[in-house]
């Protein structure tokens, strides 16, 4: 089991940047990939962005390419979410999570396949 502290949440105007970061420990965080997910209200919990354990092949969501970008330190055990040009539909808690499978060899984007789940943190963007 690996544990997950999310961070960098906070309130920003449309067109803003923040950048949130996911610390990492328990279980080699190396070997498996990493995504962030979020959660408006009243919405169902959706995936945002994928990082593969090695650091290559990232996968996004449409709506937030180009804006977004994931990156991992594995030194650090944090994997960071990146956005830019923030719109107030990107307003949601964001749930950092690893795979439950090691040395995946391709990153997924079901919620169903992340096994460990931080706590949230919560990004407002104002109009």
């Known amino acids: 089991q690996v544990q997950l502290v999310e961070s960098g949440g906070g309130l920003v105007q449309a067109g803003g940047s923040l950048r949130l970061s996911c610390a990492a420990s328990?279980?080699?965080?190396?070997?498996?990939?990493m995504g962030w997910f979020r959660q408006a209200p009243g919405k169902e919990r959706e995936f945002v962005a994928a990082?593969?354990?090695?650091?290559?092949?990232?996968k996004y969501q449409d709506s937030v390419k180009g804006r977004f970008t994931i990156s991992r330190d594995n030194a650090k055990n944090t994997v960071y979410l990146q956005m830019n040009s923030l719109k107030p539909e990107d307003t949601a808690v964001y749930y950092c999570?690893?795979?439950?499978?090691?040395?995946?060899?391709?990153?997924?984007?079901?919620?169903?396949?992340?096994?460990?789940w931080g706590q949230g943190t919560q990004v407002t963007v104002s109009p």
């Open positions: 990082i593969k354990w090695s650091g290559d092949r990232p």
């Open positions: 999570a690893a795979d439950g499978l090691a040395w995946r060899s391709v990153v997924l984007t079901s919620i169903e396949n992340y096994e460990d």
């Open positions: 328990g279980r080699t965080f190396s070997r498996y990939s």
